[in-house]
């Protein structure tokens, strides 16, 4: 069940990917481990034997590599532009606002105690300039 109490699958697939791209891998893994419910494995253990990272690990890992990619972009690219873009007009729906993506960027950030120094912003302001 979803933390967020939806119901149908779709909508929580939508809700929490994360845990379904989790369940896809350990499931796969444990087919092609040929790995039974019988052998009373944990999902950490499968992990350790195949010498893979977690899921949560390798998203966090792609989304800190694109934010990366995206510092060093040219100001007038689209994906920089639209990262650092506000709406002007319009409104949200009622409830707890959705996260943006440099909200989940700023978090991850946080989790793998990284710190951002001024050197990005002055990056980012050299490639402004030219």
Do not use: V
């Not at 499931?27 to 990272?53: A, C, F, Q, V």
């Not at 899921?55 to 590599?65: A, C, P, S, V």
């Not at 960027?105 to 050197?119: A, E, F, Y």
């Amino acid at each position: 069940m979803c933390p967020h109490g939806l119901k149908a699958r779709y909508s929580m697939q939508s809700c929490c990917p994360s845990s379904f791209m989790k369940a896809f891998m350990m499931r796969h893994l444990h087919s092609t481990k040929r790995i039974t419910w019988m052998d009373k494995m944990t999902n950490k253990d499968i992990l350790e034997r195949t010498g893979l990272p977690a899921m949560e690990d390798l998203l966090i890992r792609k989304k800190l590599w694109w934010t990366g990619h995206l510092m060093t972009m040219s100001p007038d690219r689209l994906p920089q532009q639209i990262l650092y873009s506000q709406l002007s007009s319009g409104h949200r729906k009622r409830g707890r606002p959705r996260l943006l993506f440099k909200d989940t960027i700023k978090r991850n950030l946080k989790l793998r105690d990284i710190k951002t120094d001024s050197r990005t912003s002055q990056q980012r302001d050299k490639l402004r300039a030219k």
